[in-house]
């Protein structure tokens, strides 16, 4: 079985996927996770988005690896530092290079070849599980999303200003949507769903109805 969740940031797909992973008892992969930590890795070595050559080298000294929804870079787990705002700030600009997309895909297609999985990100529907048995596009409103992103950030220790935080959201969405190489996009047999006025639970079992409608 393979399940694609795909939408803007903060509509809810990493909390989604995961309960819905754990209740059907299969592989969870945050692909979001994968262009965060590429990420870090550029920032931390300053290499800019602005040069391939440094970038192409840096992606064959990357070893990737998730274990158990912790993920490992060169087996340093930076599960935590990819959260940062310095990195949230940044990925949507690395995202966009082709070569780092074209690697993380290549990787993310291998990891579902051989099981039962359910993977979140952008891109999923439309380039990754093309052939997916089921496909989900989350939304919500800006400002949802910015209060569900306010309450994560607060809860994990950081301060940040709710306009600013709307207006970030609202320029991630823009780079991610706009860039030419597999942008978020719902596919065109992805169903829909607006999760503005609804709670966390409903979600999930909306989904689980639609798996076990197939
Ligand atoms: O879901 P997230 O906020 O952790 O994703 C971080 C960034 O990675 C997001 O700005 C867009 C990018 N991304 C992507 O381009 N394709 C994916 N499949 C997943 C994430």
Same mark, same amino acid.
């Given at each position: 079985?393979?399940?694609?969740? #795909?939408?803007?940031?903060?509509? @809810?797909?990493? *909390?989604?996927?995961?309960?819905?992973?754990?209740? !059907?008892?299969?592989?969870?992969?945050?692909?979001?996770?994968?262009?965060?930590?590429?990420t870090l890795?550029?920032l931390?070595?300053?290499?800019?988005?602005?040069?391939?050559?440094?970038?192409?080298?840096?992606? +064959?000294?990357?070893? !990737?690896?998730?274990?158990?929804?912790?993920?490992?870079?060169?087996?340093?787990?930076?599960?935590?530092e990819?959260?940062s705002p310095l990195v949230t700030n940044n990925v949507?600009?690395?995202?966009?290079?082709?070569?780092?997309?074209?690697?993380?895909?290549?990787?993310?297609?291998?990891?579902?070849?051989?099981?039962?999985?359910?993977?979140?990100?952008? #891109?999923? @529907?439309?380039?990754?599980?093309?052939?997916?048995?089921?496909?989900?596009?989350? *939304?919500?409103?800006? =400002? =949802?999303?910015?209060? &569900? &992103?306010?309450?994560?950030?607060?809860?994990?220790?950081?301060?940040?200003? +709710?306009?600013?935080?709307?207006?970030?959201?609202?320029?991630?969405?823009?780079?991610?949507? *706009?860039?030419?190489?597999?942008?978020?996009?719902?596919?065109? #047999?992805?169903?829909?769903?607006?999760?503005?006025?609804?709670?966390?639970?409903?979600?999930?079992?909306?989904?689980?109805?639609?798996?076990?409608?197939?």
């Amino acid at each position: 079985m393979k399940i694609a969740i #795909d939408g803007p940031a903060g509509s @809810g797909k990493s *909390t989604i996927a995961k309960q819905i992973a754990k209740n !059907l008892n299969i592989t969870y992969i945050d692909t979001g996770a994968m262009y965060r930590a590429i990420t870090l890795y550029c920032l931390n070595n300053k290499i800019s988005e602005n040069n391939l050559e440094m970038i192409e080298n840096a992606l +064959k000294n990357i070893d !990737l690896e998730f274990i158990n929804n912790v993920i490992f870079i060169n087996k340093v787990d930076v599960s935590s530092e990819i959260r940062s705002p310095l990195v949230t700030n940044n990925v949507s600009n690395y995202a966009k290079i082709v070569i780092i997309r074209e690697f993380l895909q290549k990787k993310q297609k291998m990891i579902a070849e051989s099981q039962s999985i359910i993977m979140d990100g952008r #891109d999923i @529907g439309t380039v990754v599980l093309k052939d997916a048995d089921i496909k989900i596009f989350l *939304t919500a409103s800006v =400002e =949802e999303r910015a209060r &569900r &992103r306010l309450k994560d950030l607060s809860n994990e220790g950081y301060d940040v200003d +709710k306009n600013l935080l709307t207006e970030e959201i609202r320029r991630r969405d823009e780079i991610d949507s *706009t860039r030419t190489h597999s942008p978020l996009k719902k596919a065109k #047999d992805a169903i829909e769903i607006d999760t503005s006025n609804m709670t966390i639970e409903e979600v999930i079992s909306t989904i689980e109805d639609i798996i076990r409608r197939g």
